[in-house]
DNA sequence: ATATATTTTCAATAATTTTTGAAATTTCGG
DNA sequence: CCGAAATTTCAAAAATTATTGAAAATATAT
């Protein structure tokens, strides 16, 4: 396979990925480019690769910039702005998990604190079973939110060595 | 707060966070439902508890025990069928890891296999940083692949108690 | 300061996804 | 086997989400 041919797969592929995940084709796509390029590049650039209009460029670098991923680069006696993204993967999914936990993990934790509180006899059945499920979502989450908190830390070869001794 | 509140936001809340991961609204809401119910409930229970047609809820029934978190129930001396979720939250983690490994994770580690065998001169660096990419994807992907692996078949109090000691 | 390049915004449009509801099919008791 | 109840299907409609493109705002060189 050509390399032309295969970084058109990967980022075809990335942003169907990305749509299972709850994130845009388009984000996703220029999140591959960015992975596969080896320089820095601008928004003419992505938007000649990709087929896709400024507007749309422009949104999505921006919104990849706000999850962490990408960065403005500045190049000397260049005008324009140029764009990177991280290329260490594990400090990719790292930032991804610090931000979905921060996003959704954390807001649903303190749902769920609320409505553990629920009024009612709990020999109610309706009542029991609320307040048991609601319970046990919150105590597997808790613990998701610590492990998570620990690994956001973790260095990958710590995270691969120890975790396998682990999960023998 | 009143349970009838409480289960609406709880229905409500739990959709939303469903749409953040590629999960249909409705499809989330009606897990949700099951979750909260002590009983069984039939398609009409749950229509009319959502205020979702007939065709919806069908399908998303449908989809939902295709995913294995709901399930049929045979009453005695009842006609219509009823429907359950699993209440025991690590088992429904559990089944959704298993699931979306097979449905995205694996098919991803394939790809990146065919694509890591680019051709052409790792000197050039367009294809050094491709291949670069690739690799560490692909190194990562293996890594999270085995570890779902072995925590698709732990206990939760297992889980718990041995994945803490890691991450103290 | 001005002209020009570049970036950003956002209302309109397009594409995609979800939902409906009625018809077709299946199931099951009698 | 018949008829009613229940389930399933799926084309059309509605809702949601993504994309465009042109105008506005901003930045920079001279």
């Known amino acids: ?22 994130i845009n084709r388009t ?3 220029i999140h591959a480019l960015l992975l596969v390029s080896p320089e820095a590049l601008t928004q ?15 949104m999505n670098i921006r919104e990849l910039i706000n999850w962490g991923l990408v960065e403005r680069v500045l190049i000397t006696g260049e005008r324009k702005e140029f764009f990177t993204a991280e290329k260490d993967i ?5 930032q991804i998990v610090k931000e979905r936990k921060k996003r959704e993990l954390e807001p649903m934790l303190h749902l769920l604190d609320r409505l553990e509180a629920v009024e009612g006899d709990k020999k109610d059945k309706q009542v029991k ?11 597997l989450g808790r613990q998701a939110d610590k492990t998570l908190d620990t690994m956001i830390k973790a260095e990958e070869s710590w995270f691969v060595g120890a975790l396998m001794k682990v999960f023998k």
Chains 1, 2 share one sequence.
């Open 129 to 139: 079973t609320f307040v048991d499920t609601i319970s046990s979502i919150k105590k």
């Open 27 to 29: 984000m996703a796509q």
């Open 44 to 58: 003419d650039d992505i938007m000649e690769e990709l087929n896709i209009s400024r507007g749309n460029t422009n």
């Open 90 to 94: 594990w400090k990719v999914v790292k």
């Open 1 to 22: 396979m050509k390399l032309t041919e295969a970084r058109q797969q990967f980022i075809s592929s990335w942003g169907a990925f990305g749509t299972h995940w709850g």
